[in-house]
T-cell receptor
Framework: RKEVEQDPGPFNVPEGATVAFNCTYSNSASQSFFWYRQDCRKEPKLLMSVYSSGNEDGRFTAQLNRASQYISLLIRDSKLSDSATYLCVVRYSSASKIIFGSGTRLSIRP | GAVVSQHPSWVICKSGTSVKIECRSLDFQATTMFWYRQFPKQSLMLMATSNEGSKATYEQGVEKDKFLINHASLTLSTLTVTSAHPEDSSFYIC??????????????FGPGTRLTVL
């Protein structure tokens, strides 16, 4: 089993729709969780950290469920510019390496 | 702040040659940098952790004699792909933590180097 698993997609949704991704992780000792965004042929960029209580940043909402070991990302009122691959990232501690999921491809159509 | 640069951004070389990729932290000091490889439509795979002044820690399955890592200063780490072959063609990305307060776990990525071996 992979340490971090994501649905690869692609998710193809119309502009303005709401879309959600899940990501599961296998190590219950994981401490830090993030969502990164990667555009084609570019480096990943941090979208948002995921906090235990859940957090929101504009149209983006991240949730963490430690009991079921998954995190989620919700995008509301999707824009064409949201088209990208979204990477789920898990870190065991501040001193350890980070583990990337394989990414979920999102395509927003006009 | 927390900018990471890589050079070159892309390189094409003949099979059997060696290629050096530089990763620099421009406005912060990085005691640890990470090197990743990403094949098309796949996620980033950690190759090694580069520690300033000491030997790199390689992930399982990554040949340390083929992928030479040197972290000579707090702002520079280099990855040398020795005797490159077509199967080494990939997107190589480095990252570093800037140690920013409240953002200690955030990784800042370089723009990547696209290597094509003919």
């Amino acid at each position: 089993r992979k340490e971090v698993e994501q649905d690869p997609g692609p998710f193809n949704v119309p502009e303005g729709a709401t879309v959600a991704f899940n990501c599961t992780y296998s190590n219950s000792a994981s401490q830090s969780f993030f969502w990164y965004r990667q555009d084609c042929r570019k480096e990943p960029k941090l979208l948002m950290s995921v906090y235990s209580s859940g957090n929101e940043d504009g149209r983006f909402t991240a949730q963490l469920n430690r009991a079921s070991q998954y995190i989620s990302l919700l995008i509301r009122d999707s824009k064409l510019s949201d088209s990208a691959t979204y990477l789920c990232v898990v870190r065991y501690s501040s001193a350890s390496k980070i583990i990337f999921g394989s990414g979920t491809r999102l395509s927003i159509r006009p | 702040g927390a900018v990471v640069s890589q050079h070159p951004s892309w390189v094409i070389c003949k099979s059997g040659t060696s290629v050096k990729i530089e990763c620099r932290s421009l406005d912060f000091q990085a005691t640890t940098m990470f090197w990743y490889r990403q094949f098309p439509k796949q996620s980033l795979m950690l190759m090694a952790t580069s520690n300033e002044g000491s030997k790199a820690t390689y992930e399982q399955g990554v040949e340390k004699d083929k992928f030479l890592i040197n972290h000579a200063s707090l702002t520079l780490s280099t990855l040398t792909v020795t005797s490159a072959h077509p199967e080494d063609s990939s997107f190589y990305i480095c990252s570093a933590s800037a140690g920013l307060v409240g953002r200690e776990n955030e990784q800042f990525f370089g723009p990547g180097t696209r290597l094509t071996v003919l």
